[in-house]
Nanobody, 124 residues
C-alpha cells in the first residue's frame, strides 16, 4: 500500500504560480510512476502530467504543456507540480496518483493509489 498526500494548493491570481507537492509513504520501495490529475466542478477528472520513476520521462496534457512542470525530489519523493502562468480554467482539485506498471499512464483507471486532493483556485 502507498499513501499519498498532496499539499500546496491555494488561491492565486491569473498569471501567478503555485507549486504542488505529493508526498508518498508506505511501500515506496517499488518503482512507481506518478501522475497529476485535476477535476474542475461539474467536470470529469482529467490527466495533467506524468513522470516515471527515474524522472527522465515526462508527459503533459496539451492544456498544461509549456506552463506546468512535473519533477521528483532527489530521493524520488516527493513529486512536484510547478504551475506557472495560471489561468482561471486551471481552477480544480488536483490529485496525485501512483502506478506500478512502469509505463507512462494518462488514464485515471490505470493508477492504483490516489491522494485526497488539494484545491487550486485561480481568480481572473
Amino acid at each position: 500500500q502507498v499513501q499519498l498526500v498532496e499539499s500546496g494548493g491555494g488561491l492565486v491570481q491569473a498569471g501567478g504560480s503555485l507549486r504542488l507537492s505529493c508526498a508518498a509513504s508506505g511501500r515506496t520501495d517499488s518503482s512507481y510512476g506518478m501522475g497529476w490529475f485535476r477535476q474542475a466542478p461539474g467536470k470529469e477528472r482529467e490527466f495533467a502530467a506524468f513522470i516515471n520513476w527515474s524522472g527522465d520521462i515526462t508527459v503533459y496534457a496539451d492544456s498544461v504543456k509549456g506552463r506546468f512542470t512535473i519533477s521528483r525530489g532527489n530521493a524520488k519523493n516527493p513529486v512536484y507540480l510547478e504551475m506557472n502562468s495560471l489561468k482561471p480554467e486551471d481552477t480544480a482539485v488536483y490529485y496525485c496518483a501512483a502506478d506500478r506498471s512502469g509505463f507512462a499512464r494518462t488514464g485515471i483507471y490505470e493508477y492504483q493509489y490516489w491522494g485526497q486532493g488539494t484545491q487550486v483556485a485561480v481568480s481572473s
